[in-house]
């Protein structure tokens, strides 16, 4: 009975071991282990291809043939979502064969490894910044390819990513009731992205932020943080006289007006004399 489970345990190992993948990958015809890594990847198999890849890429280096393998070796590790071996081998081979018919397009999916490798905004951005920087460059080196428009989609869709992060961060401030850090990230949201589309947001949530940071000064910085909330309240009216927002921000604008009156009329210095 053991024996009986013993060969059925070992019967298909023994076919696994005479498969044609096997026969290949041990063998020494580093010709047919190419066109059946090729077949393998063509077919979709890429964690197949890999190994069989790696190998060649080692075998055929210096020779003619270590083009078309390092080519399929790159986008083997892109088609399994290994962006990171990816992005390295685009860029190394678009440096190795820079005279290559693809040339330009490795180093084109360089950059967008990045891209791919992107996270959701809420996540540390780093290789957002990497992919908008390398997108750039790809556009700089390419001025005239036709990945241009796809580039400038790409890093708009970035950017966007990143004001989204600086909104929220900013959001997150004025939430927790860091209405001095509120301000402070929601201009710098301005500054940074001044096309941004969470710009009438920004300026309203400015007004508001400076103005409930007023109302929980000490008397000695009422003043000032009651002016520039009139300030920030003119600059968000002037931008956008139609807002959604515009009867809260006015009724902001009407508490902080009769706030500042009622301060300089008991802490003026000269009406205690």
């Known amino acids: ?30 010709d047919a282990k190419m066109e059946y890594a090729v077949k393998l990847y063509n077919k979709g198999d890429y964690f197949k291809a890999l190994p069989l890849l790696e190998e060649l890429i ?71 910044y990497k992919a908008i920087n390398e997108l750039q460059l790809f556009a700089d080196r390419y001025p ?3 990945r241009i428009t796809e580039c400038n989609r790409l890093i708009d869709q970035l950017r966007g990513k990143l004001e989204t992060k600086s909104f929220e961060q900013a959001r997150l401030y004025f939430n927790m009731e860091d209405y001095k850090a ?37 008397d000695e910085k009422k003043s000032e943080r009651y002016s520039e909330t009139l300030g920030f309240y003119g600059e968000f009216t002037a931008a956008y006289p139609e807002s959604k927002f515009k009867k809260e921000a006015d009724d902001i604008a009407s508490t902080t007006r009769r706030r500042l009156e009622r301060l300089n009329g008991t802490l003026n210095p000269s009406s205690s004399n």
Do not use: W
């Not at 053991?2 to 015809?29: E, T």
């Not at 509120?182 to 947001?201: I, M, Q, Y």
């Open 1 to 30: 009975m053991r024996l009986k489970k013993l060969l059925f345990l070992l019967i298909p190992a023994v076919f696994a071991a005479c498969s044609p993948y096997n026969r290949v990958l041990k063998g020494s015809d580093m």
């Open 58 to 128: 080692t075998v055929y280096r210096g020779t003619q043939k270590a083009e078309r393998t390092y080519y399929y070796y790159a986008y083997t590790n892109y088609r399994l979502g290994d962006y990171t071996s990816a992005a390295y081998d685009f860029e190394n081979f678009s440096k190795t064969f820079p005279t290559s018919q693809f040339a330009e397009e490795c180093a084109y999916m360089h950059a967008y490894c990045y891209y791919q490798d992107s996270p959701d905004f809420s996540l540390d951005q780093t290789n957002t």
């Open 144 to 146: 005239s390819s036709q």
């Open 182 to 218: 509120a301000v402070t990230a929601f201009r710098n949201l301005l500054n940074d992205f001044p096309s941004t589309s969470f710009r009438e947001n920004s300026l309203f949530l400015i007004v508001k932020s400076e103005f409930l940071l007023a109302e929980n000064s000490i």
